[in-house]
């Protein structure tokens, strides 16, 4: 059991709930995370204990998130990051790292010599910006050829032709009208999927006098305000 002790549980409950801002009075030093934003700190948390463990800490005296936060215990945590990239920073264990540093820093207020020796442990795993990953830049070479852009351009026309010319409507093409839709918006404004599916006439796109649309996201709706 990964949370023996549950006072350990205990207190990651009563952290998420103190990101979660339902305590309105409660002093956070960063806006109240959404509920997606906060299944991803859970996930994160237990990953992190989860380290430890399997670096050989008992969990049995992890008692709460100030013990699972000591410069010592981060040092013996991202080793087993380290080791699972193949020796090397990467980003999923600088993010793990960042929440770490977070708890250290808002939750348990650890002194600024501790927080300092935290910092030291994270840079070393994370990596260099450099610009784009090259995952994303294989994604994107494509698109380096001009008659590809054009045809990305056209797409959502092209569909819309397509569906107009079948004629009678059917759920398969209001499908592929939708999508037409979907990427036409996304050229222009390349918003979150999350955003992109809520999207309501009336409310999120607003029809001028002209018969243009204008796209409207209210800040609690975005997760960068």
Same mark, same amino acid.
């Given at each position: 059991?990964?949370?023996?002790?549950?006072?350990?549980?205990?207190?990651?409950?009563?952290?998420?709930?103190?990101?979660?801002?339902?305590?309105?009075?409660?002093?956070?030093?960063?806006?109240?995370?959404?509920?997606?934003?906060?299944?991803?700190? !859970?996930?994160?948390?237990?990953?992190?204990?989860?380290?430890?463990?399997?670096?050989?800490?008992?969990?049995?005296?992890?008692?709460?998130?100030? #013990?699972?936060?000591?410069?010592?215990?981060?040092?013996?945590?991202?080793?087993?990051?380290? #080791?699972?990239?193949?020796?090397?920073?990467?980003?999923?264990?600088?993010?793990?790292?960042?929440?770490?540093?977070?708890?250290?820093?808002?939750?348990?207020?650890?002194?600024?010599?501790?927080?300092?020796?935290?910092?030291?442990?994270?840079?070393?795993?994370?990596?260099?910006?450099?610009?784009?990953?090259?995952?994303?830049?294989?994604?994107?070479?494509?698109?380096?050829?001009?008659?590809?852009?054009?045809?990305?351009?056209?797409?959502?026309?092209?569909?819309?032709?397509?569906?107009?010319?079948?004629?009678?409507?059917?759920?398969?093409?209001?499908?592929?009208?939708?999508?037409?839709?979907?990427?036409?918006?996304?050229?222009?404004?390349?918003?979150?999927?999350?955003?992109?599916?809520?999207?309501?006439?009336?409310?999120?796109?607003?029809?001028?006098?002209?018969?243009?649309?204008?796209?409207?996201?209210? !800040?609690?709706?975005?997760?960068?305000?």
């Amino acid at each position: 059991m990964l949370f023996r002790s549950p006072s350990l549980k205990a207190d990651i409950d009563a952290w998420l709930r103190h990101l979660s801002g339902v305590d309105p009075f409660a002093e956070l030093d960063v806006d109240p995370l959404r509920e997606t934003s906060l299944t991803t700190r !859970e996930k994160q948390i237990h990953l992190w204990v989860s380290a430890l463990v399997l670096q050989g800490e008992d969990p049995a005296v992890l008692h709460g998130l100030a #013990d699972v936060v000591t410069p010592e215990r981060m040092a013996k945590g991202l080793l087993f990051f380290w #080791d699972r990239s193949g020796g090397k920073a990467s980003v999923h264990a600088a993010q793990i790292a960042g929440v770490v540093r977070s708890i250290a820093r808002h939750w348990v207020k650890l002194g600024q010599a501790e927080l300092d020796r935290l910092k030291a442990r994270a840079r070393r795993i994370t990596p260099r910006a450099t610009g784009m990953t090259t995952k994303n830049k294989n994604r994107l070479r494509p698109l380096y050829d001009p008659r590809t852009q054009q045809r990305l351009l056209t797409l959502p026309n092209r569909i819309r032709a397509e569906v107009t010319r079948v004629g009678a409507p059917t759920r398969g093409l209001a499908l592929q009208m939708q999508t037409a839709v979907a990427i036409s918006v996304l050229l222009v404004a390349p918003i979150r999927l999350g955003n992109l599916v809520r999207l309501t006439i009336g409310t999120h796109l607003l029809r001028g006098q002209d018969g243009g649309l204008t796209l409207v996201l209210a !800040e609690d709706e975005v997760k960068n305000g």
